[in-house]
Nanobody, 124 residues
Framework: QVQLVESGGGLVQAGDSLRLSCAGS????????MGWFRQAPGKEREFVAT????????YYAASLKGRFTISRDNAKNLVYLQMNSLKPEDTAVYYC?????????????????WGQGTQVTVSS
């Protein structure tokens, strides 16, 4: 069992940066691939980024690559999402998730555990 708690969301202006954190419980945290997803009002949840547990490989949604950076600190059971040059269209609830798998991680169906989400609002 893994419990995830996101933090770091808030209201920012376009062009600003934010760093989201996701704290995970459990001694097996390093055995999970971690992902970030987001869901804007009236839209489906979409993949943002993932970091693989087995080899540390990282993948991003093509539209976000270059602005967002995912990282993890297994010693602290933390996963981060650094978001730069934020745009109003980045406004959404951001979720972190944990997966036992090392493939197919852009699909939310690959994930076993989810946090409650943190709101990010970017004003123009």
């Amino acid at each position: 069992q893994v419990q995830l708690v996101e933090s770091g969301g808030g209201l920012v202006q376009a062009g600003d940066s934010l760093r989201l954190s996701c704290a995970g419980s459990g001694r097996t945290f390093s055995s999970y691939s971690m992902g970030w997803f987001r869901q804007a009002p009236g839209k489906e949840r979409e993949f943002v980024a993932t970091i693989n547990w087995s080899d540390g490989s990282i993948y991003y949604a093509a539209s976000l690559k270059g602005r967002f950076t995912i990282s993890r600190d297994n010693a602290k059971n933390l996963v981060y999402l650094q978001m730069n040059s934020l745009k109003p269209e980045d406004t959404a609830v951001y979720y972190c998730a944990a997966s036992r798998y090392s493939a197919g991680l852009s699909s939310n169906r690959a994930y076993d555990y989810w946090g409650q989400g943190t709101q990010v609002t970017v004003s123009s």
